[in-house]
């Protein structure tokens, strides 16, 4: 970890953190589709394109060309909802950082550097009814494994606690595994589920929400 440095945002990291977001993001639309593909409402509309095209052709081969389109289909409305996840985050708040994060003492946006470049980040910004919210962590594949994301899961809970919050909330997809078991390492409690979209209705795909009691959080 000693070659590695926290500290905050500066404009020249400006492009890195949007980058970094980005890929962090679309990295797991493979983990989404596959996930999706599990739920027994897209298993029946495969099966049914399948049957459709089957008893309307005649044809083995049409109907399995119509199984292959409905796949093709919903990894097209998966890597859809990824981007838009993705154009949202890059029009709000990660179209201006200091903004949003470097506005009041109580806000923060928070980089990991190593050698000149930006392995990790993380934000912090309060949410309302003494609720301060953990946002846009992403660590680079290339630096996954070293403990990043830990550490800066705890600075957020340090910043929290020295400005007096009681609780930090934050969301997470449900397919982010790793990132759960951080989470609920560093004392979050899953307290909901809900899905981001019309199109995460269709495909089944639920944002998970947490939330840290500090007295209950680790030290």
């Avoid at 926290?6 to 977001?21: C, G, K, N, P, S």
């Avoid at 049957?51 to 093709?72: I, Q």
């Avoid at 949410?127 to 899961?153: D, F, N, P, T, Y």
Wanted: aromatic share 10%; with cysteine; hydrophobic share 50%.
């Amino acid at each position: 970890m000693a070659s590695f440095r926290i500290r905050q945002y500066q404009d020249q990291d400006f492009e890195a953190v949007r980058a970094l977001f980005t890929r962090g993001v679309l990295e797991y639309a493979p983990a989404c589709f596959w996930y999706v593909l599990r739920a027994g409402r897209v298993r029946l509309a495969l099966l049914a394109a399948f049957v459709v095209a089957r008893a309307a052709t005649g044809s083995w081969m049409l109907g399995l060309g119509a199984f292959a389109l409905a796949l093709v289909l919903v990894w097209v409305l998966v890597r859809l909802l990824c981007n838009s996840y993705v154009r949202d985050a890059l029009g709000t708040d990660l179209c201006d950082v200091p903004g949003t994060y470097q506005r009041s003492p109580d806000c923060r946006f928070w980089v990991v550097e190593e050698a000149g470049t930006v392995a990790a980040m993380v934000a912090a910004v309060p949410a309302g009814r003494g609720e301060m919210e953990l946002k846009r962590m992403s660590v680079s594949r290339e630096h996954r494994g070293r403990g990043l994301a830990r550490m800066l899961c705890r600075e957020v809970l340090a910043f929290a606690r020295a400005r007096g919050y009681g609780t930090v909330v934050l969301s997470t997809s449900v397919v982010q595994v790793v990132a759960q078991r951080l989470y609920e390492g560093q004392g979050f409690r899953k307290v909901g589920a809900l899905y981001p979209s019309l199109l995460g209705i269709l495909l089944n795909f639920q944002m998970l929400y947490y939330r840290c009691d500090l007295g209950d959080a680790n030290k």
